[in-house]
């Protein structure tokens, strides 16, 4: 049973990495670099990529739609969720369709519902827990209360939330 495992993880690995070679040759103005993660790099100009992951094609089509649309930075955390939005669906309507690779609207659903729920704890009060808005790059303001605070500028590190 082990042995069975291992070679079909050697057949998803091999298919993986074909896959990005076509990438490769499709993109050539992208570097895509194998990396712990997905992620796109406007600075860098690169597709970071993770061959031994699951949904691996969906989730490096999603990465090179980042680059394809111009993604770069965000200054309001709703516009990185509406980037995240637009990427998913360039991926799904364009490059899934060019490539052949089913899409699962639920793991679509599950990636963004972990942005919105970033952006919902963000924006709770500290002090009320009532949704406040956000007023500049990482600063929100309370309507109920008229409470401010400044949020960490992280997606991945623990949300801080500090009155000023």
């Keep these: 049973m082990a042995v069975l495992n291992s070679q079909k993880r050697l057949q998803i690995f091999s298919m993986n990495l074909d896959f ?11 570097t895509f670099k194998e990396s712990d ?5 406007k600075q860098e100009n690169t ?3 993770d061959l031994d992951s699951s949904h691996f094609h969906l989730l490096i089509l999603h990465e090179l739609s980042h680059a394809l649309l111009g993604h770069e ?9 509406k980037m995240e939005s637009e990427a998913w669906e360039f991926a799904k309507n364009s490059l899934a369709v060019q490539y052949g690779i089913c899409f699962d609207s639920n793991f679509i659903e599950e990636k963004l519902d972990t942005y919105r729920d970033w952006l919902h704890k963000r924006s709770l009060c500290p002090n009320c827990q009532i949704n406040g808005f956000q007023q500049t790059d990482l600063n929100y303001k309370c309507p109920a209360c008229g409470t401010v605070w400044q949020v960490n500028d992280s997606r991945f590190k623990n949300l801080r939330r500090i009155k000023k």
């Design 37 to 41: 993660d997905f992620r796109w790099s």
């Design 73 to 81: 930075n965000y200054f309001l955390d709703i516009e990185l969720l």
């Design 47 to 49: 597709i970071f990529f």
């Design 20 to 30: 990005v070679k076509t990438l490769r040759k499709d993109f050539p103005q992208f």
